[in-house]
């Protein structure tokens, strides 16, 4: 199976403005290779014109160099050091040195100010970089910059080799999970979308598969008793004919996501929910997102891109009751509780990300549905169990029914309250998600899923999206800055 994250492999260039003593550059950026430690290349051409340029890319392309660091040693050449950025095929970091370490009348770099024409150079060329909040820097700052520029590039570097593959339109009455593909090529994602039908034969045709066997122990392995015997052949035999669809169908694309159309048809037809199968293909940094979600994959995979870990895919469900906010939460925890809300789906978490004693189980409303509250039988196959308490970000990017894209980011936690609920669920705590939710996420019209990673990980995340132009970056503001459509005599 091939790997589904991409590997950052970092280089760092100098440049030197030719007006100024070029060892500024070299030894400051010695300095930084040396704070940084392993997985930094170091380029040895210091670049003071077009040719040094075009000497440094191909030095560092071919020391397998994916992700570019151009340092600013000195003032910097504007011509030289934004063409690095133009002809290098993948995402550039732009750092600069603070001064500090030499005399100010020899040892003087002016980087400072050069960042400021370099800055006006990109935009001229209307090229795309990574500049960090503040970007001038000792060797130490630097590092630590270049350090938090590694998750930025891998989600560059993901999203610009990704196929979603899709397989049937979504639901009946979930037009929230459709919208338009345009965004995907702006981004340069690819998509095939396919029926169903075609999922259905490929399924069929892996029955008997020899592999099937090691995969069924393997489930066993995970979920030990907590399964039902009967249906792990059935699952095992879908999880690697999503494998080898992947393998087979991502073309001229390093890296696949899926967004599949789980019901109503699928568990009747398949004989069971697949979520369980999605959560195991979550946890191995391929999203599987539900009901057709394409902007829901996406949102996932760059999540998985930044934390490099498993994410998850929820709807921001429903509001707490006051009797388990009164009972769990109120004088525990310093939140209101309209800060609080429970994210759920039917269990396409990870068991990596739930509680102990996480249970494979059936489909609570599906069994309503299409087994009338009968006997479970094709309706099983969910990962259902309160979602492990901890940091998480909750966001997602969308393109809306306008064909723009845009994004929401906010930071919160899963508290360690019981749900009593079912499904893959969880208390989700984020502060101002009651202004959040009314003035972004119901004001901008974004679907009900939510892309969850579990860590605390905004910050990367807004690199991300800025890296790739979306002009509205949505976040839960405190309630000392109003949000546009907040009413100032509420």
Same mark, same amino acid.
């Given at each position: 199976?091939?790997?589904?994250?991409?590997?950052?492999?970092?280089?760092?260039?100098?440049?030197?403005?030719?007006?100024?003593?070029?060892?500024?550059?070299?030894?400051?950026?010695?300095?930084?290779?040396?704070?940084?430690?392993?997985?930094?290349?170091?380029?040895?051409?210091?670049?003071?014109?077009?040719?040094?340029?075009?000497?440094?890319?191909?030095?560092?392309? $071919?020391?397998?160099?994916?992700?570019?660091?151009?340092?600013?040693?000195?003032?910097?050449?504007?011509?030289?050091?934004?063409?690095?950025? #133009?002809?290098?095929?993948?995402?550039?970091?732009?750092?600069?040195?603070?001064?500090?370490?030499?005399?100010?009348?020899?040892? *003087?770099?002016? $980087?400072?100010?050069?960042?400021?024409? !370099? =800055?006006?150079?990109?935009?001229?060329?209307?090229?795309?970089?990574?500049?960090?909040?503040?970007?001038?820097?000792?060797?130490? @700052?630097?590092?630590?910059?270049?350090?938090?520029?590694?998750?930025?590039? *891998?989600?560059?570097?993901?999203?610009?080799?990704?196929?979603?593959?899709?397989?049937?339109?979504?639901?009946?009455?979930?037009? $929230?999970?459709?919208?338009?593909?345009?965004?995907?090529?702006?981004?340069?994602?690819?998509?095939?979308?396919?029926?169903?039908?075609?999922?259905?034969?490929?399924?069929?045709?892996?029955?008997?598969?020899? *592999?099937?066997?090691?995969?069924?122990?393997?489930?066993?392995?995970?979920?030990? @008793?907590?399964?039902?015997?009967?249906?792990?052949?059935?699952?095992?035999?879908? @999880?690697?004919?999503?494998?080898?669809?992947?393998?087979?169908?991502?073309?001229?694309?390093?890296?696949?996501?899926?967004?599949?159309?789980?019901?109503?048809?699928?568990?009747?037809?398949?004989?069971?929910?697949?979520?369980?199968?999605? =959560?195991?293909?979550?946890?191995?940094?391929?999203?599987?997102? !539900?009901?057709?979600?394409?902007?829901?994959?996406?949102?996932?995979?760059?999540?998985? !891109?930044?934390?490099?870990?498993?994410?998850?895919?929820?709807?921001?469900?429903?509001?707490?009751?006051?009797?388990?906010?009164?009972?769990?939460?109120?004088?525990?925890?310093?939140?209101?509780?309209?800060?609080?809300?429970?994210?759920?789906?039917?269990?396409?978490?990870? =068991?990596?990300?739930?509680?102990?004693?996480?249970?494979?189980?059936?489909?609570?409303? #599906?069994?309503?549905?299409?087994?009338?509250?009968?006997?479970?039988?094709?309706?099983?196959?969910?990962?259902?169990?309160?979602?492990?308490?901890?940091?998480?970000?909750?966001?997602?990017?969308? !393109?809306?029914?306008?064909?723009?894209?845009? =994004?929401?980011?906010?930071?919160? @936690?899963?508290?360690?309250?019981?749900?009593?609920?079912?499904?893959?669920?969880?208390?989700?705590?984020?502060?101002?998600?009651? *202004?959040?939710?009314?003035?972004?996420?119901?004001?901008?019209?974004?679907?009900?899923?939510?892309?969850?990673?579990?860590?605390?990980?905004?910050?990367?995340?807004?690199?991300?999206?800025?890296?790739?132009?979306?002009?509205?970056?949505?976040?839960?503001?405190?309630?000392?800055?109003?949000?546009?459509?907040?009413?100032?005599?509420?």
């Amino acid at each position: 199976m091939f790997t589904n994250l991409p590997e950052v492999k970092l280089g760092i260039i100098a440049v030197s403005r030719d007006c100024f003593p070029i060892a500024l550059s070299t030894q400051r950026r010695q300095n930084i290779v040396a704070a940084y430690g392993e997985g930094l290349y170091e380029c040895p051409v210091t670049v003071e014109n077009e040719a040094d340029a075009l000497k440094a890319l191909d030095d560092v392309k $071919a020391h397998g160099v994916n992700a570019l660091v151009v340092f600013l040693g000195n003032f910097g050449p504007e011509t030289p050091e934004t063409l690095l950025c #133009q002809k290098f095929d993948g995402p550039t970091m732009y750092v600069a040195a603070a001064e500090g370490d030499g005399d100010l009348i020899n040892g *003087r770099g002016d $980087a400072y100010c050069g960042v400021l024409n !370099c =800055s006006y150079n990109l935009g001229m060329r209307h090229l795309k970089a990574y500049l960090p909040e503040y970007p001038v820097g000792t060797a130490e @700052e630097c590092a630590d910059m270049i350090r938090e520029f590694v998750p930025v590039a *891998r989600a560059i570097l993901g999203v610009k080799n990704l196929k979603i593959i899709t397989f049937g339109p979504r639901p009946q009455d979930f037009f $929230a999970c459709n919208a338009p593909i345009k965004g995907l090529y702006e981004l340069g994602v690819e998509v095939e979308e396919n029926s169903e039908l075609d999922l259905l034969v490929a399924y069929k045709a892996h029955a008997g598969d020899p *592999r099937i066997p090691e995969v069924v122990a393997d489930m066993k392995a995970e979920m030990g @008793e907590r399964t039902y015997p009967d249906l792990l052949e059935r699952m095992a035999q879908f @999880e690697l004919t999503l494998l080898d669809w992947a393998e087979q169908h991502k073309g001229a694309r390093q890296y696949v996501a899926f967004a599949d159309k789980c019901w109503p048809a699928f568990p009747e037809q398949f004989g069971f929910e697949p979520c369980y199968v999605n =959560s195991r293909l979550a946890a191995r940094g391929i999203p599987v997102a !539900c009901e057709v979600d394409i902007y829901g994959a996406l949102s996932e995979y760059i999540g998985a !891109c930044i934390t490099g870990d498993a994410v998850t895919l929820l709807d921001i469900n429903n509001s707490v009751p006051k009797y388990i906010y009164d009972v769990d939460i109120a004088g525990k925890f310093d939140y209101d509780i309209k800060d609080t809300f429970m994210g759920f789906h039917c269990g396409n978490t990870p =068991s990596c990300k739930m509680c102990a004693g996480c249970a494979v189980k059936y489909q609570l409303i #599906q069994n309503r549905l299409l087994e009338n509250g009968g006997t479970p039988d094709f309706t099983r196959g969910t990962l259902e169990g309160d979602i492990a308490p901890g940091a998480i970000t909750f966001y997602r990017l969308q !393109c809306d029914s306008e064909g723009n894209l845009r =994004s929401y980011i906010a930071q919160g @936690e899963v508290l360690p309250v019981a749900t009593r609920s079912f499904g893959g669920i969880g208390i989700f705590a984020i502060p101002e998600m009651g *202004r959040f939710y009314r003035h972004v996420l119901i004001q901008k019209r974004y679907p009900h899923h939510g892309a969850v990673a579990f860590a605390h990980c905004g910050k990367a995340l807004f690199e991300v999206f800025k890296y790739f132009g979306i002009a509205d970056i949505a976040y839960n503001q405190p309630k000392s800055l109003p949000y546009p459509t907040e009413n100032p005599f509420a």
